[in-house]
């Protein structure tokens, strides 16, 4: 799948150093990794703003769309419209469906049908994958 955004791995590696990104960002967002459930930064943090993708920037999340999902990674029942690519994902035998930066095509996390209301959905993130921008 070809994004906007395209830069080497290296490229990439040299933006998130320059950010101060934590070291594990690289490997969430280029290599699909996922942080240790309880792990990132963000997880419990409830301020008012707006979660951007630590690659490029792109809007993804308002904050008040974040809840408590209890499952250990920031969650949030709606994206901005138009900011997130959903691919089936079969690894790890089990069919979910993987939610990557439009973009730039981080990864991001995964998105479940057992959120809450109105949307009914659980975009499961990585912190590393995220940058919040307070109001």
């Given at each position: 799948m ?33 942080e240790?459930?309880y ?19 792109n ?67 990585n ?9």
């Amino acid at each position: 799948m070809t994004f906007p955004i395209q830069k080497s791995d290296e490229a990439w590696r040299e933006l998130l150093a320059a950010k101060g990104a934590e070291p594990l960002a690289y490997h969430v967002t280029r290599l699909a990794h996922t942080e240790p459930p309880y792990s990132g930064k963000y997880e419990q943090v409830w301020a008012d703003g707006s979660y951007h993708c630590i690659c490029c920037g792109n809007l993804l999340f308002q904050s008040s769309t974040k809840f408590d999902a209890g499952c250990g990674w920031p969650s949030f029942y709606e994206a901005i419209p138009g900011t997130i690519t959903e691919i089936t994902d079969t690894s790890h035998g089990m069919v979910r469906t993987e939610t990557v930066c439009s973009q730039c095509g981080a990864h991001l996390g995964h998105v479940f049908n057992d959120g809450p209301h109105p949307t009914g959905l659980r975009y499961c993130m990585n912190s590393a994958a995220l940058e919040l921008k307070p109001r």
